[in-house]
């Protein structure tokens, strides 16, 4: 039993239910089951961000592109659904994904063949996909009057009384979690993450693995791009501006180590959580949503203090027992 709250994902949920429960005591409505449900479905398109974020950190790398990949996906498919409403939406949904799956494998691309840092790669990349953003629309939005109401309405329908943006997180929680556990690209995703020196003499290719890391965090932020312009209902330079603190912040506060190798799919779904309830409870709370900016980065710095010194102690003990074998 001691152990169990020895995991950091505990200790997380304990935090976000004592969370909850504080906050209703201002707002009774906010433990609603309904509510909760609402909460959730509003953090969906963050967890599936944040799962391809981990995919990336896990190898000791970083995406700070995610959200302008996100824009730039989103409005590829609001465009075509403007000019072609036509077109069902799962060709949409596909062509999403694939536009960011290509803006994804550039990035590993870049950071496998020519070696260049992935910060430094994803921080070109993130300007560049904003200024094709804006290139491709010649500055306009695409606002809902010009979308299909298929388009719009899509990821409003209820299945089994659950929202199909809600469904499509689960799914992709489910998908990843095996994928990282049970496949051999999963667990080496996490091997060039804890010793690259050592992956490497167990035969796996650390540059082809980060590749495959870029490439599905560029398929999920296209997924998320049709995602998120179908439920704001509007695609312009600026959807998502600023976005990739609070991806990056969902991935770190739930334990994933951006020193690579650690982490969790569960841990990324509670860190959106996490900072989804922050910025659901803030207004309720009477505190301005702009100080969710700075929640969140406090929240990042004390995520990776508590990070490292958790390592540190475990460097610690693993150098305990080797002494004593």
């Known amino acids: 039993m001691k152990d169990i709250f020895k995991i950091r994902e505990v200790w997380l949920a304990i935090v976000i239910a004592a969370m909850i429960g504080a906050i209703t005591l201002r707002s009774p409505s906010f433990a609603s089951p309904i509510n909760l449900g609402q909460i959730f479905n509003d953090t969906s398109i963050l967890i599936i961000l944040a799962l391809g974020q981990m995919s990336v950190i896990l190898t000791r790398s970083?995406?700070?592109?995610?959200?302008?990949?996100?824009?730039?996906?989103?409005?590829?498919?609001?465009?075509?659904?403007?000019?072609?409403?036509?077109?069902?939406?799962?060709v949409l949904i596909i062509v999403a994904m694939f536009v960011?799956?290509?803006?994804?494998?550039?990035?590993?691309?870049?950071?496998?063949?020519?070696?260049?840092?992935?910060?430094?790669?994803?921080?070109?990349?993130?300007?560049?996909?904003?200024?094709?953003?804006?290139?491709?629309?010649?500055?306009?939005?695409?606002?809902?009057?010009?979308?299909?109401?298929?388009f719009i309405n899509f990821q409003r329908v209820d299945i089994f009384g659950i929202p199909v943006l809600s469904l499509t997180a689960i799914l992709v929680v489910i998908v990843f979690?095996?994928?990282?556990?049970?496949?051999?690209l999963g667990r080496s995703i996490f091997a060039i993450?804890?010793?690259?020196?050592?992956a490497v003499y167990t035969g796996i290719n650390g540059g082809r693995t980060k590749f495959v890391a870029f490439c599905m965090s560029g398929l999920l932020a296209g997924l998320a791009g049709y995602l998120w312009i179908s439920r704001y209902v509007i695609a312009s330079v600026e959807v998502a501006n600023g976005y990739e603190l609070n991806i990056i912040a969902a991935c770190v506060i739930g334990g994933i180590s951006i020193a690579g190798g650690i982490g969790s799919v569960g841990g990324a779904v509670l860190g959106s959580l996490f900072l989804g309830i922050i910025s659901n409870a803030l207004p309720v709370i009477n505190i301005s949503p702009f100080w969710q900016m700075a929640i969140s980065g406090s929240a990042i710095i004390f995520a990776i203090v508590l990070n490292a010194r958790s390592e540190r102690k475990q460097g610690r003990i693993i150098l305990k027992k080797a002494e004593t074998a």
């Open 62 to 90: 970083i995406d700070l592109s995610m959200a302008a990949n996100l824009c730039f996906t989103g409005m590829v498919v609001a465009m075509l659904n403007a000019s072609h409403p036509g077109i069902p939406i799962f």
């Open 100 to 150: 960011g799956l290509i803006l994804g494998a550039i990035n590993g691309a870049l950071v496998w063949k020519v070696g260049i840092p992935p910060i430094v790669v994803t921080l070109g990349t993130l300007t560049i996909y904003r200024g094709s953003t804006f290139v491709i629309s010649g500055g306009k939005w695409v606002n809902a009057d010009k979308m299909s109401p298929e």
């Open 177 to 184: 979690q095996v994928f990282l556990t049970r496949t051999p």
């Open 193 to 198: 993450g804890v010793n690259p020196t050592a």
